[in-house]
């Protein structure tokens, strides 16, 4: 099958490059996750009983489970924008000291938000587990789909902290070159001549000098004083 020019030419762009990357996937997923997560929560999470026109939380009642998986759906759904963002913008980073500790912030980043979701959907499910049936006539789908993709972000966060892991693993400095920001300068070593060098080097032998048989004697380094000479009378 053969492919316009021009759609190879887009499938070949940076942009598309991007996207096809695992990171900028992994980000894509987590955020629609997180997504779910608190816009699930914050539509149908707060519902009032049959005797009551007050909201409450359909996670038994317990406003603050429904407020934590709002709030940090939210900010994770932030998270995965601002690392979108960063990531787009990684390849013009000349700095190797800022682009380390961008991945190094990112790999925290990602254990952090998995320990986050760990204890979240604990939690969500305890409260979840104890609420009492029939009580409130909408918002258990929600809670369901709620509790569901925080499980899911688990997993593909820790995911994400396995892809910066790599980052950071593939990223370290070359051994015996450093280099100076501040200054311009790359100070690298100097390489040891190879074998199809042209530089001769010293062999050993019975026939051949080596560096200390080859030094000159003391008598022969040794400037001598000049000599006075007598001239005969006339």
Known sequence: MHIPESLQDLADSEAVQFLKRPKTITRIIAGVFSLIVFSSLLTDGYQNKTES????????SNN?????AVGAGLLAFLSCLTFLALDAHESHIGNTRFKTAFQLLDFILAVLWTGIWFVGFCFLANQWQHSLPKVFLL???????AIAFVFFSILIWMFQAYLALQDLRNDTPVPYKRSLDEGGMVLTTLSLPSAAS???TPTTGPNSLSYASSALSPSLTTPKAPRLAMMPDN
């Open 64 to 68: 603050v489970a429904c407020s934590f």
């Open 198 to 200: 042209p530089v001769n």
């Open 139 to 145: 918002g258990s789908s929600s809670a369901k789909a």
């Open 53 to 60: 026109s007050k909201l409450h939380c359909v996670l038994n």
